[in-house]
């Protein structure tokens, strides 16, 4: 790790009479700090000299006490940090962490409090977060309240998801501060929502003013603390945090010295900044996990998408579901003769993924509890160490193991958290003695303990638990129906993947519109990959029969370009072997992709309509270029200059075929070459619903 | 196990237009079994002939649908049983259990629904529970409510403690149906006390009619369900079940098949037989732990009654309440220089436990985390594998071995249930790693999971589940501040002891009174061994300065007689090693006393007033006898019947001297001998407050 540290007592911090600011590196951020005349704590940020964010509250109110008025400015501190760190793996293999830093220390009130907000400003957005030291009269808080604002100037374009404690499995909304309250009644629930109700949305957000600037609003380093939803006034423009509450209506036990997550603003007015950025990462502690070589980015396939099909399948072995597990005597219960996860189906998993050099092997439904899983009503819903008796795990440990293939282990909770801490530390030994490393945990349901939401501060604790827990026993880990992610990845690497919004699973019910993979990166994926699974040849649900009609939002050619537009170190390729056995040369592609890269350069972009992106491989001189559209049909610029002057190379291009239509037309695609350098600039074009992957080898 | 098992469809029972009935094996006790207009179950119960129990109501109420009406008797099934079986460690070597069953099943309603209510008169009582069988309208059930009614005939006497969801450490009121609302207006709460509110009392207690008949009312075999409380009719008399709903409001998760916790009536007119029942453990599953070697009954001494003297010392190591286990440098953190457990003051317990025979050492205070360790306010209170400075476990863990003496673990989880099973397995892990095998929970404050309370469903399963692992690791438990015993002991007989009622703890905040061990053993007791803490010799807590002024209400022969009267195979020796030393001729008794009996003799008994009880040695031809009485003085009657014929034995008395007074001279004892064989009546004086205690061996 590289670090070049500058620190400054005197730097471009202004300091008197009660104010205090700071410019991010280059100026084009302006940071002000005062306190009100009630004492109580205002920022505001200006963008290349316009505001940006008003003067806004900030403070955090307690059962015990407020940390929100009565203050005056005691003290500031300011620095300058340049530096920069190698993630495990990622878009780049070295990030830049340069900003100016300003520490605001606020006193006062009877009896005197202390707090300290500390300011990193970057040349790509703000990071703030609230820090309590210890002090002589306050210990423990029972916090009620942050009080935190972002009070925005004008009815900017919102791109955002209902708040909801319990699931980011939404369509985003394309809408307006004075268009939220119309947006948000068009939603309904599904099966874990619980929407907090009020004018409220969820993070990652993203603003679009007039300008355009754009503006991503999140959180990073979540640990400890509940996650924050934002209250919109729609008539002032002015967001406030909205902290996700246990059921009993408290927002947090905190003793200090505490320091909260960071609220994160990421701004620039050029789009493709928002995807570039690395802010939240930074905002993250360093790895804590000493040796990291164990930890490795994979590609799997898996026994899932089956149930997804609309074809009689299912994740139970039989359809009674009265069994319990750990009661009924599976080996004596009837079957139902429609289970995937059964030797002879992952056998032929295994086989695909060693003659593809596939990875892994996801296996889902594999252990007891599935005949009734998701049912709040009682107090153990799986075991997991239990395979079905159809699922033969030393027979098939040793077969994966002989063709040199990884099985998946997945251990669906339910949400019943409480019971997987019981089993956790058995659950992690049961995969190591059977040569596992890799686990995708879920959450389907309402949480258990039921004094918790999956959002609320308990939760939170217990992912990060099971992710400290699971890199102990070295298991990477893809987490789904977790608390949205803050960049904690960077601190544990083991930690791979989460879902954490509406993902390719939804394809099967009621599809995804093209643009939903043109909003995610700048808003969800901010706070660290997820587990899209993409790679869906067959988009028609109907091809199954059975009258399901669903119908993926894509073409064939963008299911590949998702590889490199939705990165992510633990990656699926997520439809069914005989599918892609029917299209082996543009499966080829996903082969070939590499899930870490170097370099990343994002080439053109506009939220919810078009991305385009050029990675270069980790382990080679290749790159990886993904362009995608909304419904629109559209010409790509492809800007080669990211190769190095005066080489040659080869670019196989896998791209929409001229009739290809994510509706009507969604298999037709061309696998081309053409030669390419630093100099080459393409007009790509993708269909409606398309997109471009390109693989780009020396010549 | 012997087993003399008999079946017979058609035995006692009459059945005829929607009745059933059955008589105990000697008739004594007589059960019928109906239906009313509302198809409501009732069950009546009657003693020698007089009505003990009113038709009485049956039922449980889901918010699926209910279980308590719309039935009629569709079926009735009868069997005689009489078998024996050889408890681990206890009061018997065997135990008999005999008893007539009536199983009646109840159907109907729309849909149609089915309920067995399993019925088992003994000669000394009644026990019955619920059985909701798989059937095709019922899966789930999210109860509400259980309807099951007591309803006795007249102004009964009762011995009760309020009820509460999450503490059972009261004294007890003796008291009438007419005067409970008085007696429980008298109550004031402590740390852990939630009050149920309204007329509503726990088991178990204990009714006295003018018969005089007594009963104990109580559960067996309490698993996978909520503890009960009891809704008292102070004007009609009747008794209706209250369970100890989670905070949300619910009382219990169930999924058919299920089986309710055994309802318990323990009846006699000779108050003795009270005692002697051995029906909650017969209504309790057989072992489940299959090779039992490794528990054994043990007395211990424990660094922990110094921290209750009065003198300034503390569990915590240091002062600073703001310390975080896990967080804050122990190593670097001020102690504060009066913390007992600590190498040199555990060394002197191990020295002392090894010079006078006694099995192991408790220590608490021992671990990371007493600094603020009560607080509710945040979500992790302990380690269980960190070790404070001052205690050198490594050393100790060897002195110990090389002494012949076991270190007792402590855990104290101040009612962190969740972050207790977040350590568990590698708390338990850590303790078989040192060496350790027998541990004391504890739960001292409000419940987290914040949803739940110490006797709601889900603390019921989590205790449970802490007993099963400790089980698998060779662990023995003392729990404190657990569900109350219901005979669990039974199935697992690594659960030695609990406290769940007020302990000699208490002899330092204001005492227990001399009544207060006379009434346990007829409630408290029928659970299952208490860890009471007896052996207190120096009763006042002024002989340490300070100010503190508490006197326990005993005399120090009493203490002795109490290994007697509250047996306990894990049992301590609770004063500090320098008060031994003063009396070691009265010590002595401590060092022979046994902890596990082959036979049990109640000589005499009384609730609140006298107990005295003879017991045979397990392991060797010994008999001990132990007496007591209240705060006034008495002659117990001592029948040497029991001893075999025409042989002598020498008694070894530790008596009351004649001028003993619990208040005013406690600690005059004497010790004298003389031979007893099985025609002796003794008259033995027992001083206010006081006791006797008697070693028996041949001569």
Redesign the interface.
């Known amino acids: 790790m590289k670090r070049n540290f500058i620190a400054s007592a005197l730097l471009a911090a202004a300091f008197s009479a009660g104010a205090a600011g700071i410019s991010s590196p280059s100026g084009n951020l302006v940071l002000n700090v005062s306190v009100n005349d009630s004492g109580t704590p205002t920022y505001s940020l200006s963008y290349k000299g316009k505001t940006l964010v008003a003067d806004s509250r900030l403070g955090l109110v307690a059962d015990e006490m407020g940390f929100a008025d009565n203050f005056t400015i005691s003290a500031t501190d300011t620095m300058t940090v340049d530096r920069s760190w190698e993630p495990v793996w990622g878009e780049y293999s070295t990030v830049r962490d340069h900003f100016r830093e300003l520490a605001v220390t606020f006193t006062g009130g009877e009896p005197s409090r202390e707090m300290t907000v500390r300011f990193r400003v970057f040349d790509d957005g703000l990071g703030f977060r609230y820090e309590l030291p ?1 002090q002589d009269n306050a ?4 916090l009620r309240d942050e009080a935190t604002e972002f009070n925005f100037t004008a009815d900017h374009k919102l791109f955002c998801i209902p708040g909801d404690y319990d699931t980011d499995e939404y369509l985003w909304s394309e809408t307006s501060f004075s268009g939220l309250p119309g947006a948000l009644a068009s939603y309904t629930g599904h099966t874990e929502s619980q929407r907090s109700g009020g004018n409220t949305i969820q993070t990652p957000l993203l603003l679009k003013t007039d300008g355009p600037v754009y503006v991503n609003l999140h959180e990073a380093a979540l640990d ?1 603390y509940p996650a924050m939803l934002i209250d919109v006034d729609s008539d002032t423009y002015s967001m406030r945090t909205n902290l996700v509450p ?3 209506g ?1 927002r947090a ?4 010295p505490f320091n909260t997550p960071w609220r994160t603003l990421i701004v620039s007015d050029d789009a493709r900044d928002i995807l570039a950025s690395q802010l939240v990462l930074n905002l993250n502690e360093p790895c804590k996990i000493e040796d990291t070589s164990w930890i490795k980015p994979m590609k799997f396939v898996g026994v899932w998408w089956e149930m997804f099909t609309g074809r009689v399948k299912s994740w139970a072995y039989s359809d009674d ?2 069994a ?1 597990p750990g009661v009924t005597d599976y080996t004596k219960i009837e079957p139902n003769g429609h289970h995937p996860a059964n030797t002879e189906n992952v056998k032929r998993y295994i086989d695909f993924a060693a003659a593809h050099g596939i990875d892994g092997v996801l296996v889902e439904g594999w252990n007891e509890g599935w005949e ?1 899983w998701c ?5 153990r819903q799986f075991l997991f160490d239990k395979p079905y008796p159809d699922f033969d795990l030393p027979l098939l440990r040793d077969y994966a193991a002989s063709k040199g293939v990884k099985l998946v282990m997945h251990h669906e909770t339910a949400a019943n958290a ?1 019971d997987y ?2 089993q956790l ?2 659950a992690f030994q049961f995969m190591k003695d059977n040569n596992y490393d890799a686990v995708k945990t879920g959450y389907v349901g309402a949480i258990i ?4 939401h999956h959002t609320s ?2 939760m939170v ?1 217990h992912v990060r ?1 099971v992710i400290e827990r699971a890199a102990a026993y070295g298991i990477m880990v893809d987490s789904h129906e977790a608390p949205r992610p803050t960049g904690l990845c960077r601190t544990y690497p083991n930690w791979l993947a989460q879902e954490s919004a509406r993902g390719g699973e939804f394809e099967s019910m009621g599809g995804n519109p093209p643009s939903h993979t043109c909003i995610l990166p700048f808003t969800r994926l901010k706070g660290g990959p997820m587990d899209y699974t993409p790679g869906l040849f067959e988009t028609r649900l109907s091809h199954y029969g059975e009258g399901k009609d669903s119908q993926a939002g894509t073409t064939l050619a963008r299911q590949l370009a998702l590889y490199l537009t939705m990165p992510s170190p633990m990656q699926m390729a997520c439809d069914l072997p005989e599918n892609y056995e029917r299209f082996p040369d543009a499966f080829k592609f996903i082969e070939d992709v590499p899930v870490d890269w170097a370099d990343s350069r994002y080439l053109e972009a506009e939220p919810n309509q078009y991305i385009t992106v050029a990675r270069r491989d980790k382990n080679s001189d290749d790159w990886y270029v993904g362009a995608i559209t909304d419904h629109n049909a559209r010409k790509a610029t492809i800007d080669f200059s990211f190769l190095p002057e005066g080489v040659k190379y080869l670019a196989t291009i896998y791209e929409d075929a001229p009739d290809a239509d994510w509706k009507e037309n969604p298999q037709a695609y061309r696998i081309r070459t053409v030669t390419v350098d630093s100099r080459t600039r393409l007009k790509q074009p993708l269909a409606p619903g398309g997109g471009t992957a390109m693989r780009i080898t020396k010549k």
């Open positions: 210890r210990n423990y808080l029972t400890g246990d059921r009993l408290v036990y905190l003793q200090l579901y009265r319990k009734d049912s709040y009503k009682k107090n409480v801490e019981r530390e058995r303990p039921r004094s918790e501060q308990w604790e638990h």
